[in-house]
């Protein structure tokens, strides 16, 4: 595979969208988070995208195949050539990947995308009725007046004595 086969193979995927970001990554997306990363510039990875526990473990034993730098604690594996993979497992570990990201996503987002809809439903807020003007009346009860305090008579000090 290449780049230009990651990508169509991507947006095969139901509900997958690409984005440009940080200047020359290609990023795709399914409902708005990433399921797969790369590159248009050559980097030392080619490739990173998400995976399960067993795989994460599995395919790091493979040439070519590492934690994906700073996702690595998310279990994202990181290619440093397309053709550490054969090209029918390297489809399947993307669609496992968008998978993932998928099943992660609110029940809402899934439900908006399963039915076609681009943005999330939200409820409005209720409306809150104005404040009841209360009648400007001292029908109030004034709290009772406070008593005086009673000062504190300070114990005089004693003398620091300390044994010598």
Known sequence: MNLESVREYCLTLPHATEMVQWVDHLLFKVGGKMFAVTCFEPTDNVLSFKATPEQFFE???REG???APYMARNQWLA???FDALRDDELRDLLATSHRLVFEKLPKRTQASLAAGTTTT???QAAKKKPAKKRPATSTKKSPPPRKPSKARKSKPKKPNRSPR
């Open 59 to 61: 395919l790091q034993e």
């Open 79 to 81: 290619l440093q050539r």
């Open 121 to 123: 439903p939200r409820k």
């Open 65 to 67: 195949v590492i934690p």
